[in-house]
């Protein structure tokens, strides 16, 4: 169980995040057009989980809007931005904004955020996901992890991107 911050109050997630040099727990997530999404479609691409509560938030869609950006820099690389919205909401959003590098992800059917330990537990985002970024390398290892003290703030870009260089 970890503890972060939502707007200055103490929430705890589900577990933790996995560590690095571990294999990532495999996953089935849903896409917009609600086919799944898994962790094996991703092998031979490095990948950058994005993970955050809602698009419909002003510091989740930044986060969307700026990987779109940073991923075309970034080869062999997918950044998949997953939340609990509805996969709908996702493809909203990208349709909306002209987004094309990154894609969306939901777990609204999946224990991703138990798997993960990103699932908060308490407070006004209970059941939601905290904010996070897990990197992985092409055969699917965690090369590395970062959560946000607090949900608020944007992820650690750089992080990301130094450890896909």
Not at 4 to 21: D, Q, R
Not at 77 to 84: F, I, W
Not at 87 to 115: K, L, M, Y
Not at 121 to 136: K, W
Request: aromatic fraction near 8%; proline fraction near 5%.
């Amino acid at each position: 169980m970890a503890t972060v911050k939502f707007m200055g109050n103490p929430v705890t997630t589900w577990g933790n995040l996995p560590e690095a040099g571990t294999e990532a727990p495999a996953f089935a997530l849903t896409a917009q057009d609600l086919s799944e999404i898994s962790l094996h479609d991703l092998r031979g691409k490095r990948v950058v989980l994005n993970i955050f509560p809602s698009i419909d938030t002003d510091v989740c869609a930044a986060s969307v809007r700026r990987f779109n950006k940073e991923v075309a820099e970034m080869p062999d690389t997918v950044v998949l931005c997953v939340s609990e919205d509805l996969p709908f909401a996702g493809g909203r959003f990208c349709a909306a904004n002209g987004i094309e590098n990154v894609r969306t992800a939901s777990g609204f059917r999946s224990d991703f955020g138990r798997t993960y330990g990103v699932e908060i537990t308490d407070g006004p985002l209970r059941g939601l996901y905290c904010r996070a970024l897990v990197v992985l390398d092409a055969e699917g290892k965690v090369i590395g992890t970062s959560l946000c003290d607090e949900i608020t703030e944007e992820p650690d870009y750089d992080f990301a991107k130094s450890l896909l260089k």
